[in-house]
């Protein structure tokens, strides 16, 4: 399985990689997708074709270099290994990237993530303040999470498992009340009766719960609809 990278951007005096989505008008508001611990697979992609679909410019870093699998001991052992410092770089490069697209017409852009990018997309809306609108992370983990959440300017919209055996579902409203009384954002999190990685439609942990899916989706999109300016 190979990685869906199509786009290259510059990040920190280096380049990144990526997967990038257009609308078919050719422009609109700016989101980021941040991948599982899987790597930029098919499925993110079709994440970031998704909001393409509903008129989102949708770009998915690629944060592993290249690296995908379908197996958790393998994710696991990418997990560990993927140097924080250079996947934040990265997903900051995105920021700019994006903002700096003629076909991007928001001055702000949206973040979504799963998992690992879920943590990743509360860490990047900690580190960018106001340039990043809506933080969307569903059952975020991983060492991406930050320990402080001040530098959030972002509405939040949360999507998270009560049934979720990596982040319990107490950790993860406590999370929930730490964003709001650290950062003083507009913050809401939905919890599902289901379990970890309830969105991921390829069911590598045997959790997809479609019902499920497609409401937090749907959820999702109207916030970044409703939110990314």
Not at 44 to 54: F, G, Q, T, V
Not at 106 to 111: D, E, F, K, L, N
Not at 167 to 173: C, E, F, L, M
Not at 205 to 214: C, E, I, Q, R, V
Request: net charge negative; charged share 20%.
């Amino acid at each position: 399985m190979t990685s869906r990278q199509n786009t290259s951007f510059p990040s920190n005096g280096g380049t990144a990689h990526g997967y990038l989505a257009v609308p078919e008008s050719g422009s609109g508001p700016g989101v980021i997708v941040i991948q599982e611990w899987w790597g930029l697979t098919d499925h993110i992609a079709s994440i970031a074709d998704r909001l393409a679909a509903e008129g989102f410019v949708a770009l998915a870093p690629d944060l592993l270099g290249g690296k995908t699998t379908h197996d958790a001991e393998q994710a696991t052992e990418l997990l560990m290994s993927l140097p924080v410092e250079q996947a934040t770089k990265d997903l900051r490069g995105a920021v700019d990237y994006l903002l700096g697209l003629d076909s991007v017409t928001s001055a702000t852009v949206g973040a979504i993530g799963f998992c690992m990018g879920g943590g990743f997309v509360l860490l990047l809306a900690a580190q960018e303040g106001d340039r990043i609108s809506a933080a969307v992370p569903f059952y975020g983990v991983g060492p991406g999470v930050p320990s402080s959440f001040e530098g959030v300017r972002a509405k939040v919209q949360g999507h998270y498992a009560k049934e979720d055996g990596m982040y319990p579902v107490d950790q993860a409203k406590a999370q929930e009340e730490q964003i709001r009384k650290e950062s003083g954002a507009a913050v809401e999190f939905f919890y599902y009766d289901a379990g970890h990685a309830f969105h991921n439609d390829e069911n590598l942990l045997g959790t997809y719960s479609p019902d499920d899916a497609k409401v937090a989706w749907e959820r999702a999109v109207a916030f970044l609809k409703s939110t990314v300016r």
